[in-house]
């Protein structure tokens, strides 16, 4: 029944965000606002999570390919695609979620706990429509940018990691690369991205909207927001490999 | 104006507001009291539209509120400001990003001529040199001049203000009071103020209405106060020794006898 209850109000505030602005401009410099939270925050960590995964799956491929008869650039292949399938999209995407979720969670929860929702909503403000949708559609922009980013840094720390530790030259690397290559895999990763980025805005901004109490309340709907996004994350991931690939 | 007639409200089984007619005149300082838990910021609420009515009407000169499509809504509240209990300033602005919001959400002024606004909002408050301040950086009762300086901006119709006092000194309180009183003269506005400060309701009650337990249980004004016979609202108003002594004095005065209580002139 609870399930349904949030299910419910979940809709309605999406649904609720869907008006005409009241000022375009001042949408926009909030999407903008939104953009450089979003993307330029995350950047950091983002860069530093990619690339240390992309490493540490090259070494761990040729750790378990201890077959001579398996070329050394299936390694490059290997990595390849598991960084665009899965790595790039779905553990950006965990990050991102605690990264981005718990701020957009907590900035919501304290604007409505110290009233200043309320005093938007009084000004004449759909205030679904002006903090909400901004962080939505910043995420639609930057999440996928960041997942694309992620990508590359991953392959290439893997590259890296492969020919700093001598497992393989970097031609190796580079020609396991582009052999079979699906360019449809990194359509899929953007599939992901867009699925992603739609859970990491929408599921903490309705925690954080809807939370009522004080500080202690705003520190648990940051923690339930962040934890539902990450088990909606895994859940998508599955749903879409199931139906896509 | 502001009219509300036979206004119900309640939560699950619990009556908050129980029927409650009341006229909220223009150009007068229209004060709800009550204790805590007797309905008065529900039924605030419920005329700014942040809560819906059970049933009854609320009337704004005349167009009925409770029955509008939000579009309407968006419009009339346009017209409507207000001061919340902790001011509710957007904490990532300065004091004039905050007062400029409502000309940069509603207005095509240009940004001299908002500024000038704004500037102009804020020395009517008597807050100089605070405009790129941040709200963590100013005191509660500056933070209250900025709020109201919000709320006015626009020239609004109706000014609505939640225990503007909360948490302030009691010099600061009249200052605050003070201020709500003259724009509220100065605006000619339809000013609802929700307090439990009795320097206020006798200070700036134009007109006043008790609330207890969801009902409407007193009204008049802050003359007619000292003179009420209804025990509840003297009980509220009246609770310390103190108080009993100075309505006793006044009662007396107001009789023309001279007063002999504790703390009676000889």
Redesign the interface.
Known sequence: MNFFNHFGRYILMIRGMLTKPENWRMYWKELMHQCSDIGIGSLGIVMVVALFIGAVSTLQTAYQLVSNLIPKSTIAQIVRDTVILEFAPTITCIVLAGVVGSKIASELGNMRVSEQIDALEIMGINTKAYLIMPKILASFIMIPLLVIIAGVLGIWGGRLAGVMSGILAPEEFDGGLLSGFLPFNVAFALYKAYTFAFIISSIPAYFGYFVQGGALEIGKASTTAVVTSCIMILFADYILAALLL | MIEIKDLKKSFGDKVVINGVSAVMETGKANLIIGASGSGKTVLMKCL???FEPDSGEILYSGRNFTEME?EG??????Q???L???S????SQTVEQNVM??L???TRLTYPEKVKKVNEVLERVNLKDANKKYPAEISGGMKKRVGIARAIVLNPKYL?CDEPNSGLDPQTSLVIDKLIYEVTKEYNMTTVINTHDMNSVMEIGDHIIYMHQGEKEWEGNNKQIIYSKSKKLNDFIFASEFLQDVKEMRMLEAEGKAPNGKNGNK
């Open positions: 700014v539209g942040l939000n809504r968006k419009e009339l509240r346009q409507i400001g207000m919340f209990q902790g509710a300033l957007f904490d919001f409502p940069n959400m509603f609505f």
